[in-house]
C-alpha cells in the first residue's frame, strides 16, 4: 500500500497583492519625483503641495510626501486591478504598470490636476486640459516602475 503525500504549494491570493501594489507605486512615485526635480522642480514644491494647502511657499518635502503617498493609493488601485484582469506574468505587469500609468496621466494629471489646483487657488493652475508631454514621460516612468516591483514583489510579500 502506498500512500501519496501532496506537496501544499502557496498561490498567492489578490488580497495579498496590494502590498506589492504599495511598495510598487511609492518606489515608482519616488523614480517620477525626481524626474519632476530634475525637469521641473515646482511641480513637485509647488504644485503637488498645493492640493492640499501645503504651498505656496514651495516645499519640495511636502511635495515629495503628498507625491508618494497617491503612488502608493495607485499602486493599490493597480494591484486590484492587475488581480481582476488575471494578469501573471511578469511582462503583462510591466506592460499593465506603464498603461495604468499613461492613464494616471490622462485622468488625474491632465484633466483632474488643473481643476483641482484652480479650484484651490493655487498660483501653479496650469491651463485646462493639461496633456504635457513631460508630465507623459513621468507618469510612463511612475508605471514602469511600479508594474516592474509590482512583478519581482507580489509573490514575496
Known amino acids: 500500500m502506498s500512500t501519496a503525500t501532496e506537496a501544499a504549494t502557496e498561490e498567492p491570493h ?8 504599495v511598495v510598487g507605486g511609492i518606489l515608482g512615485a519616488l523614480a517620477m519625483g ?11 514644491a509647488v504644485a503637488i503641495p498645493s492640493l492640499y494647502a501645503l504651498a505656496p511657499p514651495p516645499s519640495g518635502a511636502a511635495g515629495r ?11 493599490v488601485v493597480f494591484a486590484a486591478i492587475v488581480g481582476a484582469l488575471d494578469l501573471d506574468s511578469p511582462g503583462e505587469q510591466v506592460g ?8 494616471t496621466w490622462a ?9 483641482w489646483l484652480d479650484a484651490v487657488g493655487s498660483p501653479a493652475s496650469p491651463p485646462f486640459p493639461n496633456f504635457a508631454v513631460p508630465s507623459l514621460l513621468w507618469h510612463a516612468v511612475y508605471g514602469l516602475v511600479l508594474g516592474g516591483v509590482y512583478a519581482a514583489t507580489v509573490d514575496r510579500l
Not at 14 to 21: E, H, K, L, R, V
Not at 34 to 44: F, G, K, Q, S
Not at 107 to 114: D, W
Open 14 to 21: 489578490a488580497n495579498d497583492s496590494w502590498q506589492a501594489g
Open 34 to 44: 525626481a524626474l519632476i526635480v530634475a525637469m521641473n522642480e515646482p511641480t513637485i
Open 65 to 75: 510626501f503628498v507625491h508618494a503617498s497617491h503612488g502608493a493609493v495607485l499602486g
Open 96 to 103: 499593465a504598470g506603464v498603461a495604468w500609468g499613461v492613464l
Open 107 to 115: 485622468v488625474l494629471a491632465a484633466l483632474v490636476m488643473p481643476l
